[in-house]
């Protein structure tokens, strides 16, 4: 697999800079643009089709959601990764609907930016811990499939760490390395635990974990 191809879109010059020191370090991700404000962002992305854009939510010239939902709209091949200081559920709502696949607050960047990139560009969701339950917020975020999960088999204990686990944002290969399996036995346990549950993607899970409050006391890495 070729590098995974990100632009970053964001105001401040030290965030920037942050955020490509971090992006840098990482051998399989490759910076091919930076933009300053939402304006720059949009031609940008459209010009050279990254993998994933790391967006602000406030920005000048067009704020991040109005970036999401032409970026969504224009490049489908694009996954947004919304990296920002607001963790409420007006951003947060917002922005998912708009098409972003991940939202990540930029205090924990240091930490978890790198999995976040790589799970979206993986075609997952990644939401911070902090803010997964504001994507629950409206009912009917939890209707597709996982109402009726508490009325299916049980899960045995490593089922139910495995999804714990993926909800966090670990890949096959960490949590097989945590929980002392292999990474096949792993996604054997994910798949079970999925078909008891009736949960069909990773946005499912996230959603299943947040609404068991598996998230809640989370200690970021």
């Known amino acids: 697999m070729g590098h995974i191809r990100i632009v970053l879109a964001d ?3 030290i965030v920037l ?8 370090a ?12 939402g304006g720059e962002a949009l031609p940008l992305i459209r010009s050279v089709a990254p993998d994933v ?20 709209g224009a490049c489908p091949g694009t996954k947004i990764l919304v990296l920002t200081v607001h ?3 007006a951003y947060v709502q917002p922005m998912l609907k708009a098409g972003a696949k991940g939202y990540l607050l930029k205090r ?21 811990p902090s803010v997964a339950g504001h994507a629950l917020s409206d009912g009917t975020a939890i209707a597709g499939g996982i109402g009726s999960a508490e ?11 495995t999804l714990r686990l993926i909800a966090q944002g670990f890949s096959n290969k960490e949590i097989a390395r945590r929980i002392d399996v292999s990474v096949k036995s792993v996604e054997t346990y994910k798949a079970r635990a999925a078909e ?11 959603r299943y974990a947040a609404s068991h409050g598996w998230l809640d006391a989370l200690t970021l890495r």
């Open 196 to 206: 008891k549950l009736g949960l069909r993607s990773r946005a499912e899970i996230i």
């Open 17 to 24: 800079a942050g955020i490509r020191a971090l992006l840098n």
């Open 108 to 128: 924990s960047a240091a930490e978890d930016l790198l999995r976040a990139v790589h799970a979206v560009a993986a075609g997952g969701v990644y939401l911070d």
């Open 87 to 89: 963790e409420d559920a």
């Open 151 to 161: 009325t299916g088999e049980a899960l045995s204990p490593r089922e139910t760490e």
């Open 11 to 13: 105001d401040h010059p």
């Open 26 to 37: 990482d051998p399989e991700l490759e910076l091919v643009g930076e933009a300053t404000n």
């Open 53 to 72: 854009a790391v967006v602000d939510v406030s920005m000048p010239g067009l704020n991040g959601l109005e970036l999401t939902e032409r970026v969504t």
